[in-house]
């Protein structure tokens, strides 16, 4: 199935990304050019973008008071996700408040899977554990290269 040349294809999923963007240079310029007849037509486009740039603004400010604002101002429009906000509010404070955040550990997980499905199948779990050790001690500045593999090979 084709559609004729004159007609403009938005699906929804591009459309979700464009709203769902901050960065104005990574939004697709041919959306922009026909979201004012989108959200005419669908109001609930607009409402659907003003909320997530009100979230993302109360996430991002640090501070924590503007999260009891959001949740009351849009407890009727998103029931679901502000009672889950609600339930979760201690973290949800900690995370809006904190500069300390997981992506190191997140990193180390990431890294361990990836050296994992590289030696899935092809070697045993102590060449596992040897690969990872190795991939890990290699992130120390006090250690030599040398020292490392001496320690792997007598493991």
Not at 45 to 74: C, G, M
Not at 75 to 95: E, H, T
């Amino acid at each position: 199935m084709k559609y004729p040349d004159d007609i403009i294809v938005i699906t929804r999923k591009d459309l979700l990304k464009n709203l769902l963007t901050i960065d104005e240079e990574k939004k697709n310029k041919e959306i922009e050019k026909y979201l004012p007849i989108i959200e005419n037509k669908y109001p609930i486009v607009k409402t659907i973008k003003t909320i997530f740039i009100d979230f993302h603004d109360t996430i991002f400010v640090n501070d924590t008071e503007l999260l009891d604002i959001f949740i009351e101002l849009y407890k009727n429009d998103i029931p679901s996700f502000c009672n889950g906000l609600k339930k979760d509010i201690a973290a949800v404070r900690n995370a809006i408040s904190s500069e300390i955040n997981s992506g190191f550990v997140e990193g180390n997980n990431n890294k361990f899977k990836l050296i994992k499905r590289i030696v899935y199948g092809k070697q045993k779990l102590c060449n596992l554990f040897k690969k990872s050790y190795l991939c890990f001690l290699s992130t120390l500045d006090n250690l030599a290269s040398e020292e490392i593999v001496a320690q792997v090979l007598s493991s």
